[in-house]
């Protein structure tokens, strides 16, 4: 039996509440985290109400953006209650600190906080249920059980619908959540089992569900314009022209403030319709003050990364051994530079939010990821109480971490309190293109050594970053116990940074999307020193150790690393393929998000350089149980599909201090005639189940570089993939 990496204990922060509901019985279950620190995660929580008519209600407490979380979460709480899914109903909460504690999607954390603890909710309910049956029945509540919807008394046959039992059910004391009893697993019958995501019939019919989607009475639109350069003020702009234009109810400058992540200078145009305050913002003919930021772009970052690289580094995060001395006895060695871009988030739905500011109450509607810190921006941005402004959560057209910024929120706030009425700010393809929170640019010199025998014994990576003193930028650092430290007797990791003006964010698997490339890569370029095939290389450099590091945090389990690793080999038939000249098989593997995966691409380059993906293929650990395979197989294959995309063509530059990319034209996404097959295999361990919205994407990137070296020779050392420099001479 595997060691658990994480516990899920209730805490005595964790209390049951009953009450009547309309004839029915009403479970809340809160986790709220007051007086937790928000690094720590709070656990969250959930309810669910039972009607008379047997009909439940779940509601679900966390943003939905597509990772599936609105159907999962109430599954959980479904299975214990032990109800027929047809008979749910699916309720969004609001963002409801108090009673809900911390509400966010990001950090593939749904899965490891809520597993446990709404399996506890929906077991406590069907005891409560259980114990109204035994009472009217004059039975022991030990002597029954349940079956969907239906609590039996199997010796006297006697059964009684949940509905019939709630509002009994709801004058009874709650049991002790610790120690109420959960369903062995293989008596699950929704947990596990393949299930449909909530909403995917209104998605593909057309309903709105969306922020973009939301009406209100007497609601006007709003465009909001920006400088150029991030942060930079107006100096002046056409309001007269603008308001000319029919339909135009307003147009109004903004002074904003400096912070990146709050309300930046800008020009408002509110309209009847969205193209109306359109056309009208192209009349602004607006003029920016000079700003800092203006000095720096793509060329001048570079530069300094390679000043920086050829420098002594500015500080070292970890130093293991000796590395310059194993380099010197090193049978071969090998020494290269890796770089990748800037990215953009690319959410198919832009920014936007709706928002209505009436009697000093502010009501927003947001596809948000992270709701509460945008109540808070909102209310010291607006100075009103956060109590005073509600938020409702609107499913997210794409979030992949840039929806966990709330500027678009607070603009949308600002707007709509100036315009006295409920306006709907919709941001446009190039808005949202050249304001984001960027995936950071990253610059390593790597050298490594390898032994006689191939065994690696020296590892040194100078990784030139983002950040002032010992601060990295957001999203812009790297662990020092990124592999292989700890599996390096000689490993060295130096830092340098140099400061940006250009704002920077999580983007899915943050780190990891581009620490794997970097790192996966190299170990590949050191198998090929060595003469050795890269799956046995990898399976000896994991060697025979067990976790190394604490547990849940920093930890890292070579052996599960391993089981992945062998189980997409076999999948993929490492080794025993035989492919025609200009196709190759690479493989990577990456631990993140508390998730094993390994993976396996096969792709083919043509004479003129042209990639073409032909299958992939994915080896996953997240621990002991699939909660909906549905869910888990889609994420896994948008998250290589996610990561092929950025290795073939996604890079964000810039210009005098502004991004240069606009649209999908200039920062494509991949096409799906482009997309391949994607195979997917979990293996099974006993271990807390963990999360699946973002730890498939880092392998893939390195794993497809590594198979077009197979298939050319030639390394892949820069992102995105340039197919000149693989044309055939």
């Given at each position: 039996?595997?060691?658990q990496?994480?516990?899920?204990a209730?805490s005595?922060?964790?209390?049951?509440?009953?009450?009547?509901?309309?004839g029915?019985?009403?479970?809340?279950?809160?986790?709220?985290?007051r007086?937790?620190?928000a690094?720590e995660?709070?656990?969250?929580n959930?309810?669910?109400?039972?009607?008379?008519?047997?009909?439940?209600?779940?509601?679900?407490?966390?943003?939905?953006?597509?990772?599936?979380?609105?159907?999962?979460?109430p599954?959980?709480?479904?299975e214990?209650?032990?109800?027929?899914?047809?008979?749910v109903r699916?309720?969004?909460?609001?963002?409801?600190?108090?009673?809900?504690?911390?509400?966010?999607?990001?950090?593939?954390?749904a899965?490891p906080?809520?597993y446990?603890?709404l399996?506890?909710?929906?077991?406590?309910?069907?005891?409560?249920l259980?114990?109204?049956?035994?009472?009217?029945?004059?039975?022991a509540?030990?002597d029954?059980?349940?079956?969907?919807?239906?609590?039996?008394?199997?010796?006297?046959?006697?059964?009684?619908?949940?509905?019939?039992?709630?509002?009994?059910?709801?004058?009874?004391?709650?049991?002790?959540?610790?120690?109420v009893?959960?369903?062995d697993?293989k008596?699950?019958?929704?947990?596990?089992?393949p299930?449909?995501?909530?909403?995917?019939?209104a998605?593909?019919t057309?309903?709105p569900?969306f922020?973009i989607?939301?009406?209100r009475?007497?609601?006007?639109?709003a465009?909001?314009?920006?400088?150029?350069?991030?942060?930079?003020?107006?100096?002046?702009?056409?309001?007269?022209?603008?308001?000319?234009?029919?339909?135009?109810?307003?147009?109004?400058?903004?002074?904003?403030?400096?912070?990146?992540?709050g309300?930046l200078?800008?020009v408002?145009?509110?309209?009847?319709?969205?193209?109306?305050?359109?056309k009208?913002?192209?009349r602004?003919?607006?003029?920016?003050t000079?700003h800092?930021?203006s000095?720096?772009?793509?060329?001048?970052?570079?530069?300094?990364?390679?000043e920086?690289?050829?420098?002594?580094?500015?500080?070292t995060l970890?130093?293991d051994?000796?590395?310059?001395?194993?380099?010197k006895?090193?049978?071969?060695t090998?020494?290269?530079?890796?770089?990748?871009?800037?990215?953009?988030?690319?959410?198919l739905?832009?920014?936007n939010?709706t928002v209505e500011?009436?009697?000093?109450?502010?009501?927003?509607?947001?596809?948000?990821?992270?709701?509460?810190?945008?109540?808070?921006?909102?209310?010291?941005?607006?100075g009103?109480?956060?109590?005073?402004?509600?938020?409702?959560?609107?499913?997210?057209?794409g979030?992949?971490?840039?929806?966990?910024?709330?500027?678009?929120?607070?603009?949308?706030?600002?707007?709509?309190?100036?315009?006295?009425?409920?306006?709907?700010?919709i941001?446009?393809?190039?808005?949202?293109?050249?304001?984001?929170?960027y995936?950071?640019?990253?610059?390593?010199?790597?050298?490594?050594?390898?032994?006689?025998?191939?065994?690696?014994?020296?590892w040194?990576?100078?990784?030139?970053?983002?950040?002032?003193?010992?601060?990295?930028?957001r999203?812009?650092?790297?662990?020092p116990?990124?592999?292989?430290a700890?599996f390096?007797?000689?490993?060295?990791?130096?830092?340098?940074t140099?400061?940006?003006?250009?704002?920077?964010?999580?983007?899915?698997?943050?780190?990891?999307?581009?620490?794997?490339?970097?790192?996966?890569?190299?170990?590949?370029e050191?198998?090929h020193a060595?003469?050795?095939?890269?799956?046995?290389?990898r399976?000896?450099?994991?060697?025979?150790?067990?976790?190394?590091?604490?547990?849940?945090?920093?930890?890292y389990n070579?052996?599960?690393?391993?089981?992945?690793?062998?189980?997409?080999?076999?999948?993929?038939?490492?080794?025993?393929?035989?492919?025609?000249?200009?196709?190759g098989m690479?493989?990577?593997?990456?631990?993140?998000?508390?998730?094993?995966?390994?993976?396996?691409?096969?792709?083919?380059?043509?004479?003129?350089?042209?990639?073409?993906?032909?299958?992939?293929w994915?080896?996953?650990?997240?621990?002991?149980?699939?909660?909906?395979?549905f869910?888990a197989?889609?994420?896994?294959?948008?998250s290589?599909?996610?990561?092929l995309s950025?290795?073939?063509?996604?890079?964000?530059?810039i210009?005098?201090?502004?991004?240069?990319?606009?649209?999908?034209?200039?920062?494509?996404?991949?096409?799906?005639?482009?997309?391949?097959?994607?195979?997917v295999?979990?293996?099974?361990t006993?271990?807390?189940p963990t999360?699946?919205?973002?730890p498939?994407?880092?392998?893939?990137?390195p794993?497809?570089?590594?198979?077009?070296?197979?298939?050319?020779?030639?390394?892949?050392?820069?992102l995105p993939?340039d197919?000149?420099?693989?044309?055939q001479?």
């Amino acid at each position: 039996m595997g060691r658990q990496v994480m516990t899920n204990a209730p805490s005595r922060r964790t209390f049951l509440k009953t009450g009547a509901a309309a004839g029915g019985l009403m479970l809340s279950f809160s986790l709220a985290g007051r007086g937790v620190a928000a690094e720590e995660l709070a656990p969250l929580n959930a309810y669910v109400r039972i009607g008379a008519d047997g009909l439940v209600t779940i509601v679900s407490k966390n943003p939905e953006i597509g990772q599936g979380v609105r159907t999962m979460l109430p599954m959980l709480i479904a299975e214990e209650l032990d109800v027929d899914w047809k008979n749910v109903r699916i309720e969004q909460a609001l963002n409801d600190p108090d009673t809900y504690g911390r509400q966010f999607a990001g950090g593939s954390m749904a899965t490891p906080l809520h597993y446990d603890q709404l399996r506890q909710v929906g077991a406590a309910g069907r005891a409560m249920l259980v114990a109204a049956a035994a009472a009217d029945w004059g039975v022991a509540a030990a002597d029954c059980a349940t079956e969907p919807g239906v609590v039996v008394h199997k010796a006297s046959g006697r059964r009684a619908d949940y509905g019939a039992l709630a509002a009994k059910a709801a004058k009874l004391a709650p049991p002790d959540l610790k120690t109420v009893p959960l369903k062995d697993p293989k008596a699950y019958r929704i947990i596990g089992k393949p299930t449909p995501q909530y909403d995917t019939r209104a998605i593909v019919t057309g309903e709105p569900l969306f922020g973009i989607d939301v009406r209100r009475p007497g609601m006007l639109f709003a465009t909001y314009e920006k400088a150029p350069v991030f942060g930079a003020k107006v100096a002046s702009a056409d309001l007269a022209a603008a308001k000319a234009v029919k339909g135009v109810k307003d147009a109004f400058i903004v002074e904003g403030g400096d912070d990146l992540s709050g309300l930046l200078p800008g020009v408002a145009v509110v309209a009847d319709s969205w193209w109306a305050a359109r056309k009208a913002r192209d009349r602004l003919n607006i003029q920016w003050t000079d700003h800092p930021t203006s000095a720096q772009s793509t060329e001048s970052i570079a530069r300094r990364a390679a000043e920086l690289t050829a420098a002594p580094p500015q500080r070292t995060l970890r130093a293991d051994g000796d590395v310059e001395g194993a380099l010197k006895a090193a049978a071969k060695t090998v020494r290269a530079d890796y770089f990748y871009p800037f990215i953009h988030h690319a959410t198919l739905e832009p920014q936007n939010c709706t928002v209505e500011v009436k009697d000093g109450k502010v009501e927003i509607w947001a596809p948000t990821q992270n709701p509460e810190p945008g109540r808070q921006l909102v209310a010291k941005t607006l100075g009103v109480a956060p109590g005073d402004i509600t938020i409702h959560m609107i499913r997210c057209g794409g979030g992949f971490g840039r929806r966990l910024a709330n500027d678009y929120m607070v603009e949308a706030a600002w707007i709509a309190r100036q315009a006295g009425a409920p306006v709907q700010l919709i941001w446009t393809r190039e808005d949202d293109t050249r304001h984001g929170f960027y995936r950071p640019a990253g610059f390593h010199r790597l050298e490594g050594g390898v032994d006689a025998s191939g065994a690696v014994t020296a590892w040194r990576d100078h990784f030139v970053s983002f950040g002032e003193g010992a601060e990295f930028a957001r999203s812009a650092g790297m662990s020092p116990t990124e592999f292989p430290a700890r599996f390096t007797p000689n490993y060295r990791l130096d830092v340098s940074t140099m400061p940006l003006g250009i704002p920077t964010g999580p983007l899915r698997a943050p780190g990891s999307n581009a620490i794997a490339f970097v790192v996966q890569s190299f170990i590949d370029e050191l198998a090929h020193a060595a003469g050795a095939d890269p799956v046995a290389f990898r399976l000896r450099l994991l060697g025979d150790k067990g976790e190394v590091g604490e547990s849940g945090r920093g930890g890292y389990n070579a052996q599960r690393m391993a089981g992945v690793l062998r189980l997409v080999a076999e999948k993929s038939g490492w080794g025993k393929t035989s492919l025609p000249k200009g196709t190759g098989m690479g493989v990577a593997f990456h631990f993140s998000h508390l998730g094993y995966f390994a993976e396996v691409v096969q792709a083919r380059v043509d004479a003129e350089g042209a990639v073409k993906v032909e299958k992939v293929w994915v080896g996953a650990d997240v621990g002991r149980q699939i909660i909906n395979p549905f869910g888990a197989i889609n994420q896994v294959q948008g998250s290589v599909i996610d990561g092929l995309s950025e290795a073939l063509g996604q890079e964000i530059t810039i210009e005098r201090g502004a991004v240069v990319q606009g649209n999908y034209d200039d920062f494509p996404l991949i096409r799906i005639d482009a997309a391949p097959p994607v195979d997917v295999h979990f293996l099974t361990t006993d271990y807390p189940p963990t999360g699946l919205g973002e730890p498939a994407l880092p392998p893939v990137v390195p794993a497809l570089c590594n198979a077009i070296f197979a298939a050319t020779g030639k390394r892949i050392r820069r992102l995105p993939i340039d197919a000149s420099q693989l044309k055939q001479a």
